[in-house]
């Protein structure tokens, strides 16, 4: 007989920081955005592995929501996936000190041209664990309203020939299960905006000012 599996009660369904120790730690390259590095960690067992991953600054998504049922959406060319991909607004958090909704924000205006009055936290992520330290976190935007885009903002390389749509909500669900929408942040997003509202769950998602342990534990690490 197959050992019996352990069943998770609700109070364990959570992840947990850990760090093994390293016995060393080799940056392989540096690049504009991601660094590529080298690690030797000793597991609990004494052993020793290698580890190659990508050091990250993490992320922000908006899957911002109007009260027609629509959502704001991009589609951008992405070169490592040779494709034209529908997302939703994004960025890089590259700005020292920066509170997270606020780049939220700040990316909202700047890919989107809109405003929301109401933000809310949909899903963090750990997007690649197994080879990037990249973290996201997905905001819901609803009471939109159209702004221009901030003074001195110019939108450069692949967002110049970026297009800002709207998209109906059950449009975009549907060509999610149809496999015809691949961006995560898109997916993640709009499946958790889904399920909140079938659930009854819009009202009590998290505030966006949340914690986020992910951004906490990577800082910690690299401040060690």
Request: proline share 6%.
């Amino acid at each position: 007989m197959p050992e019996a599996r352990p069943v998770l009660a609700a109070d364990d369904l959570r992840d947990t920081p850990e760090d093994w120790p390293r016995r060393s730690h080799t940056v392989l390259a540096r690049g504009a955005v991601s660094t590529f590095v080298d690690d030797e960690i000793t597991t609990p067992d004494g052993a020793v592995v290698k580890r190659q991953y990508l050091l990250h600054p993490g992320a922000v998504g908006v899957i911002a929501w109007d009260d027609q049922d629509r959502v704001a959406v991009v589609r951008q060319y992405r070169p490592a996936a040779g494709f034209r991909l529908v997302e939703p607004p994004a960025g890089l958090l590259d700005h020292d000190g920066e509170a997270y909704v606020e780049a939220a924000k700040r990316e909202l205006a700047e890919e989107a041209g809109l405003a929301a009055a109401r933000w809310r936290v949909l899903a963090d992520t750990l997007s690649t664990p197994g080879a990037s330290e990249e973290s996201v976190r997905v905001f819901l935007a609803t009471g939109l309203s159209e702004v221009g885009r901030p003074d001195g903002f110019v939108l450069e390389g692949e967002e110049a020939a970026m297009d800002v749509c709207w998209a109906a909500r059950a449009d975009l669900v549907d060509a999610i299960f149809a496999g015809r929408l691949q961006n995560p942040t898109m997916i993640m997003g709009l499946l958790a905006l889904e399920t909140a509202r079938l659930s009854g769950r819009l009202e009590t998602l998290r505030a966006a000012d949340a914690p986020w342990p992910a951004r906490a534990v990577q800082r910690a690490r690299h401040d060690g």
